[in-house]
């Protein structure tokens, strides 16, 4: 099992481009969510899916969007970026059953300049 | 609103101690609490769940325990080894509207362990 792997590592990107986080794992679990991690500020939750063709917004879902077309994949997409969104992108992954432990990719290091 | 908080933010010990971190949770209507490890630049490390219903998981020379009521967790390190310096995150899963079961983290703490 390759666990939850995320592309690309870093982006660099100029205000106002748009871009996409890809998100895959292959564990077949339901639960696929990605969080940002700030610096003093702890992990927070951006978008999350319980499933195929589900989603919902988490605490800071503003300037993302989110799809969930295959139980592997659950890409992050930046609309128009801004310098806000500089931050460490992680994405993670469980089984439906609430007491599953959440398993984490490496994480995407996003620079808006 | 769940908050959770971890003291102390920063730690530096020498090679050997045992040594405890602290995290705390102000709603205690939680599934579980998850301890991860992450090193700098890198992802977060699973190190150990422990579930509402259970009050302590040990793996190797790490012990977790959980107190729900009182809204606590501590991990012990014990013989804190160079390798182990990383930063500590405290996790903690409880249910959203919809059902999911979201993670609230601290901000961990940051642990240096001098040879």
Known sequence: NAGVTQTPKFQVLKTGQ???????????????S??????????????????????????????????????????LRLLSAAPSQTSVYFCASSYSRQNDEQYFGPGTRLTVT | KQEVTQIPAALSVPEGENLVLNCSFTDSAIYNLQWFRQDPGKGLTSLLLIQSSQ?????????????????????????????????????????????????????????????
């Open chain 2, 55 to 115: 009050r302590e998981q040990t793996s190797g020379r790490l012990n977790a325990s959980l107190d729900k009521s009182s809204g606590r967790s501590t991990l012990y390190i014990a013989a804190s080894q160079p390798g182990d310096s990383a930063t500590y995150l405290c996790a903690v899963r409880q249910s959203g509207n919809t059902g999911f079961q979201k993670l609230v983290f601290g901000t961990g703490t940051r642990l240096l362990v001098s040879p």
């Open chain 1, 34 to 75: 990605w969080y940002r991690q700030d610096p003093g500020m702890g992990l927070r939750l951006i978008h999350y899916s319980v499933g195929a063709g589900i989603t919902d917004q988490g605490e800071v879902p503003n300037g993302y969007n989110v799809s969930r077309s295959t139980t592997e994949d659950f890409p």
């Open chain 1, 18 to 32: 748009s871009m996409t986080l890809q998100c895959a794992q292959d564990m077949n679990h339901e639960y696929m």
